[in-house]
């Protein structure tokens, strides 16, 4: 697929997109993917197969390794830290999206909600947030309280060079997609 004129003339082609479960990630990188042109890997596809199950590192690691050494791409999701490092070491630009607990709650429940309608296209068959909701709200709250502040700690300490973008995750994707926009 041949990528829009616009992609070959952003000033990063590598983008990381982190930020708790229900912050927003997957939705802005799919608008910032159709601005850009760029194309999106949603970790969550990577990382669980069919029915929640974990997939493991020996499966995705070459996937991973393989995408990281592409010209131009947007990872979004959580990993664990070895392949968080990995991506974020070949990443020209990091974005964290800062979003308050509560909304990422009621943002979870809400993907629930409209997975029960139509399939949910960040994940792969088979994976219902409805089986997994307590454990998924329990993980949101323990991203916020303890893997966040680690994850930001690890940017600081290990990827200061990178430049990063912090972005209100409240916002819309409409208005998220034009400050990417702005930052050609």
């Known amino acids: 697929m041949e990528r ?5 003339r952003l000033p990063f082609q590598r ?10 990630k997957s939705t802005l990188s799919e608008g910032w ?3 850009t042109g760029l194309p999106v890997l949603h970790l969550d596809l990577l990382v669980f197969k069919p029915g929640w199950i974990f997939a493991t590192m020996e499966e995705i690691a070459p996937v991973l390794d393989a995408r990281v050494q592409e010209d131009g791409w947007i990872i979004e999701g959580y990993t664990e830290e070895a392949q ?14 800062e979003t308050p607990f509560e909304i990422c709650i ?4 809400q993907r629930m909600e409209e997975q029960k309608k139509a ?4 994940t792969q068959e088979d994976c219902s947030y409805e089986d997994i909701m307590d454990k998924h709200l329990e993980f949101i709250a323990h991203y916020q309280e303890t893997l966040h502040p680690g994850i930001l700690r690890m940017i600081d300490e290990e990827f200061s060079a990178t ?9 819309s994707v409409e208005a998220l997609c034009a400050i990417v926009k702005s930052l050609r």
């Open 106 to 109: 009621e943002r979870a429940v």
């Open 163 to 171: 430049p990063r973008v912090v972005l209100d995750g409240r916002l």
């Open 119 to 122: 399939p949910n296209r960040f």
């Open 84 to 97: 968080r490092r990995r991506i974020l070491a070949a990443a020209e630009r990091i974005v964290l999206l």
């Open 33 to 35: 993917g159709r601005i």
């Open 4 to 8: 829009p004129r616009s992609a070959s």
């Open 15 to 24: 983008v990381a997109v982190l930020g708790s479960p229900g912050s927003g």
